[in-house]
């Protein structure tokens, strides 16, 4: 069979959940099918929409089409004619049986629609709430409340609670800078609705989000299955935690401010007992803020927290999970099914996290 997998990112070129499990994805599907990824990258240096294909770093039976879409540059662009006229050749050329999507945030949201105009058989992966919320998270980004939580999807509502960073600033033009972006809001649904006619069958790797889909987004529960996320169980072995004097918590992932690692600082500097926290991701602005937090610690305290940097997830068993007794898992939003707790609970490594969302 003929697979053509769509994802919003790759690696080596984006590294969150998402994009690492479509890539592992894609090298097990290679094992008996013809596989090949459309996906994006950004070159500053290049053209917009420049295309170009190279075959997987990690295994070259996969090809990637790639298209150099800048975020900064299309970030609120959400029908785009050019990926879609690339996508269509790609389709053209490769004739493939099945097309996966996995996200469409960056691309295009009229892909599924060419796809079902094309009569080939269509699978969609949710990895989050996009389809539902313009942001993906349910958290309002200029809420009274830092990082509050949203109880649904309301066009007027996303551009106040969300949007709102974008008006003019005057207010002569405050009504019309609400009407612009409750419109592109409210546009911007009425494409992601439609896809659910244009999908064959949707999975939900966690109950959690397919009740969500279902009950608010109204994915015929015919068209929809909880099918968790599959690993290969030879990969995540041996684990060999070299015993050290005291126990060691870690946290694994990115630091932005909806993942909760400063409620996690801050819980730890409460313990009483001589625990230590190591913190892995690679370092980013708000990576700096995190510190800030720390340093307002105790020097007891803050010697025991330790800041790894970033990690290969092919050698996440060495690096990282041979260093922790536990992992914390502190998202204050409703996480779909975080890979990290999947990763530890193979190796049978303790997990601390919300009793909220697929996390729980």
């Known amino acids: 069979m003929k697979i053509l997998k769509v994802i919003h990112g790759y690696p080596p070129y984006y590294s969150a959940g998402s994009e690492v499990y479509s890539q592992t994805l894609a090298h097990e599907?290679?094992?008996?099918?013809?596989?090949?990824?459309?996906?994006r990258y950004e070159n500053s240096f290049l053209p917009d929409f420049y295309y170009t294909t190279v075959l997987d770093s990690s295994d070259s039976r996969i090809l990637l089409h790639l298209i150099n879409i800048p975020t900064a540059?299309?970030?609120?662009?959400?029908?785009?004619?050019?990926?879609?006229?690339?996508?269509k050749r790609i389709i053209d050329?490769?004739?493939?049986?099945?097309?996966?999507?996995?996200?469409?945030?960056?691309?295009?949201?009229?892909?599924?629609?060419?796809?079902?105009?094309e009569n080939i058989p269509t699978i969609f992966t949710l990895h989050d709430f996009w389809l539902m919320c313009p942001r993906?998270?349910?958290?309002?980004?200029?809420?009274e409340d830092l990082l509050q939580l949203c109880?649904?999807?309301k066009d007027q509502k996303c551009a106040?609670?969300?949007?709102?960073?974008?008006?003019?600033g005057d207010e002569e033009f405050l009504n019309s800078d609400i009407n612009y972006w409750e419109q592109w809001v409210a546009t911007r649904m009425k494409h992601t609705r439609k896809i659910i006619d244009y999908?064959?069958?949707?999975?939900?790797?966690?109950?959690f989000l397919m009740d969500k889909f279902t009950q608010d987004f109204?994915?015929?529960?015919?068209?929809?299955?909880?099918?968790?996320y599959g690993f290969d169980l030879n990969r995540l072995k041996k684990r060999n935690r070299v015993q050290e004097k005291e126990f060691i918590f870690g946290y694994i992932g990115t630091h932005t401010p909806e993942k909760g690692v400063d409620l996690l600082l801050k819980a730890f500097s409460h313990l009483s007992s001589k625990a230590k926290l190591r913190i892995w991701g690679a370092a980013r602005e708000e990576t700096k803020a995190l510190k800030a937090i720390a340093d307002q610690f105790s020097p007891v305290v803050k010697e025991r927290i330790e800041w790894m940097g970033s990690y290969d997830n092919k050698n996440i068993v060495t690096d990282v999970f041979n260093k922790v007794d536990a992992i914390v898992v502190p998202s204050i939003w409703g996480e779909n099914s975080p890979l990290v707790i999947h990763e530890a609970q193979q190796l049978r490594i303790p997990v601390i996290t919300a009793d909220y969302g697929g996390m729980a």
């Open 218 to 228: 109204n994915v015929p529960i015919n068209k929809i299955s909880y099918l968790d």
């Open 93 to 117: 050329n490769f004739q493939p049986d099945l097309i996966h999507f996995g996200h469409l945030n960056h691309l295009s949201i009229t892909l599924p629609e060419i796809a079902f105009k």
């Open 136 to 143: 993906g998270r349910f958290i309002q980004r200029n809420s």
């Open 199 to 207: 999908i064959d069958y949707f999975i939900s790797p966690s109950k």
């Open 160 to 168: 106040t609670q969300c949007y709102k960073g974008y008006f003019t």
């Open 73 to 87: 540059k299309y970030r609120y662009k959400f029908i785009n004619e050019e990926v879609n006229i690339k996508f």
């Open 151 to 153: 109880d649904g999807q």
């Open 29 to 39: 599907l290679a094992n008996n099918n013809e596989v090949q990824v459309f996906t």
